[in-house]
């Protein structure tokens, strides 16, 4: 794969030679068209573009992002040059992101970096959600902002008017079907609205002639050019009614009509939108009175006609699920930190058919409202939710080959790296601002030379399994960027995410530090974030872990923690205790006293942390498992299991993979053979409950200590008792 660097018209330092032996020693890399460094490369050194977009080989990388869309032109307009379906053009920003900073000229080791994360083949591809909208438009709101709003999409789209209240002014041309009422209910996504509309006013808008007779017979001025009757100025007297006797449009006796109706697009312009949530679904505008933002969302109203994909942004895996068993939820974590609402519980059985394929349980996800955010793979403990565009083994390996290059072109005086993850949106213009005025503010640094900036689709869909596995591999730190474009869900899910790994990394002994969240809005906050990535080095690992990323989350986060318990700088503690909230690892604690060993809960876990013994009563308990959903405490009907939160690593980290006896007991024999069956308190806790009980009297109580044979052969032969043959 050729690689073109370009100095900018020498405005930053750049050592092919030292760039070509770090990707020479980069596994997958090449440093095939590293031996030239270009200064002008879209202008003058054009040639060397449409040299190298000729020869054959592997994809093309540029070291530009500023002038892509020049380059793809030329590489159109040279003769002999593969299509861009057959060799692609990748290109990297090596230049905001380091080689405009104040030690620029340490940068080598992250421009190789970033040279060989471009390099690397295209992520496994994902399967598509797709969208289909022919251009029915609702607008919501106020007779004259409707207006108006119609007016900017009529000549495009198939607009119908939801006039809300009273007063203002309609055209008197018909162009557009209007209805009158409040709205009720709107649900669904681009191509696939539906609304639901009351009707309560008198004048029904579809038989109105707009003849404006009624606003000229009302005394009161109760109605206006929007043709409804404000109930609140009118007096009752029914002149209009009289007016309109011909059209029969006014009708005050007229019952409230429910109308409901599928639009593929939706202009709200009403004060309070329609979805609350910080992410609405795509498709829907609410502007309010903003006549900017309505401007905006006219111009991508238009071009939302047409057939429309995305990537499905999640898998899941229902076997691994921890929210819910027998009706009883348990995490929800997912549900909680979606800020589109695309995530619905599936626990009640109610509705059911009986011969459902389907049981009850688990989580359901709509993809159509999916935005990709990726915050309910990085809060799931379990790893039944996992991010898919990319996806872990392929996200894993970009970040382990920054590393891996990193470390190649370092030296013994180059500081470790740490690994700044922003998304491609609101996070890389951050970066880019910065790179642009540290260049021109001699107050600012930039983006420092071990700083690696890392861009992501969104912030939140990289998680705990990924970071703790950087550190593991060398990086020093990893940072999250977030900017105005995060919920605040985000932050909160985000923020206990890293407590948890940070606590873990104390707890090994590698001091603070290595975790943190980095809070910029814009180029406002330019300052306050140059300050915060010049933060130094903490403790990381002696030696870089080797392995990769695996497919499921609880894997890689234990070939993560197993390398940084080997390569603790202090003695590793047998327990780390972690905060209660997010924490994906943790043990039980049970309380002998109540526990009848009724095994309720062994029933009710999720992920077989929680396991029984056929030949005697014992609650086992395999701590690597346990995800700390809490299913097991809320089903057990005495409350006699508590979660504890922390990593139990006794014996080097291999107790928490063997099963070990939470609770046992003696086993109770039955009077008439002998023969154990469950345990004395469980057997001593039926009888005390069902004593005051009518079909447990006598001898019918002593059945209760028999076992299943014991108590049949016993009924059948006890003579004092009366059969129904008798009766």
């Known amino acids: ?29 090449s440093p095939d068209g590293l031996e030239a460094t270009h200064s002008v490369l879209c202008r003058r050194e054009a040639g060397a573009f449409q040299r190298a977009a000729q020869a054959e080989g592997e994809a093309l990388v540029v070291a530009c992002t500023q002038e892509a869309r020049l380059f793809q032109a030329l590489h159109a307009e040279t003769a002999g040059a593969p299509a861009l379906q057959e060799r692609p053009i990748r290109f990297v920003n090596i230049r905001e992101t380091g080689g405009w900073s104040r030690d620029a000229a340490q940068a080598t080791p992250k421009i190789a970096a970033l040279l060989a994360a471009a390099q690397l083949p295209d992520p496994e591809p994902v399967g598509t959600v797709t969208y289909r909208a022919s251009g029915r438009t609702l607008v919501v709101g106020p007779a004259d902002a409707a207006a108006r709003a119609a007016a900017l999409l009529g000549d495009g789209l198939a607009v119908t008017l939801l006039v809300t209240g009273t007063g203002g002014a309609l055209p008197q041309a018909r162009e557009q079907v209007v209805h009158t009422g409040r709205l009720v209910r709107l649900s669904g996504w681009l191509g696939a609205f539906e609304a639901e509309w009351d009707s309560r006013n008198p004048i029904d808008p579809e038989l109105c002639t707009r003849c404006n007779a009624c606003v000229a017979a009302c005394p009161e001025g109760a109605i206006g ?53 910080h992410q609405p679904p795509q498709g829907y505008f609410h502007v309010a009175s903003d006549e900017r933002r309505l401007f905006d969302a006219v111009l991508r109203l238009r071009e939302l006609v047409g057939e429309f994909d995305k990537p499905r942004f999640f898998q899941y895996r229902a076997k691994l699920c921890a929210h819910s068993r027998n009706e009883r939820v348990g995490c929800d974590a997912c549900i909680e930190v979606c800020s589109a609402r695309a995530i619905r519980s599936d626990a009640s059985a109610k509705g059911r058919a009986k011969n459902s394929l389907q049981p009850a349980g688990g989580i359901i996800v709509e993809p159509h409202l999916c935005v990709g955010c990726g915050a309910c793979t990085t809060v799931c403990p379990s790893g039944a939710l996992s991010y898919a565009a990319p996806n872990p083994v392929d996200q894993g390996k970009r970040l382990k080959t920054l590393l891996s290059a990193y470390a ?35 107050s600012l640094h930039g983006v420092p030379a071990r700083v690696i900036p890392v861009p992501l689709w969104h912030t939140a869909s990289v998680g705990l399994d990924l970071w703790l596995a950087a550190i593991a591999q060398g990086a020093s730190q990893v940072w999250l960027l977030l900017t105005d474009e995060e919920a605040p869900e985000y932050r909160v899910a985000l923020a206990e995410q890293l407590a948890v790994g940070q606590a873990i990394l104390e707890g090994l002994g590698y001091g603070s530090g290595h975790l943190r969240l980095i809070e910029a809005r814009d180029a406002r906050d330019l300052a306050t974030l140059d300050a915060a990535l010049r933060a130094p080095a903490a403790t990381g690992v002696r030696r870089p872990a080797s392995f990769a990323a695996q497919a499921d989350k609880r894997s890689t986060l234990e070939l993560a923690i197993e390398h940084l318990r080997a390569e603790a700088p202090a003695a590793v503690p047998e327990a780390i205790a972690l905060p209660a909230a997010g924490s994906p690892f943790g043990s039980l604690r049970v309380d002998a006293e109540r526990c009848t060993l009724c095994l309720a809960c062994v029933g009710a876990c999720p992920e077989n942390a929680l396991a029984d013994n056929p030949d005697r009563p014992q609650l086992k308990f395999i701590e690597k498992n346990c995800v700390q959903c809490g299913l097991c405490a809320g089903t057990c ?91």
């Open 637 to 727: 009907p005495e409350q006699a299991i508590t979660l504890e939160p922390r990593l139990w690593l006794a014996d080097e980290g291999r107790a928490r993979k063997q099963p070990r006896v939470l609770n046992e007991a003696q086993p109770f024999g039955c009077i008439r053979c002998g023969k154990p069956f469950g345990t004395a308190r469980a057997i001593e806790a039926m009888v005390a409950k069902l004593a005051t009980h009518a079909a447990f009297q006598g001898p019918a109580a002593e059945r209760l200590k028999m076992c299943g044979d014991c108590r049949v052969i016993d009924l059948h032969t006890r003579v004092d008792e009366v059969r129904i043959t008798d009766l």
């Open 225 to 277: 050019l929007d043709w409804q009757v404000d109930l609140d100025r009118c007096t009752g007297h029914r002149a209009c009614v009289r007016v309109c006797e011909a059209a029969g449009a006014i009708d005050f006796q007229r019952d409230p009509v429910l109308h409901t109706e599928p639009f593929d697009t939706v202009l709200d312009l009403r004060a309070e939108p329609a979805f609350t949530q």
């Open 408 to 442: 190649a072109a370092s030296g013994p005086r180059i500081a470790p790296p740490a690994l700044l993850l922003h998304s491609q949106g609101a996070g890389q213009r951050l970066i880019d601002d910065l790179g642009r005025a540290a260049r021109l503010d001699d």
């Open 1 to 29: 794969m050729k690689t073109l660097i370009c100095d900018c018209n020498r405005t930053m330092p750049l050592d092919a030679p030292a760039l070509a032996r770090a990707l020479a020693a980069t596994p997958g890399a």
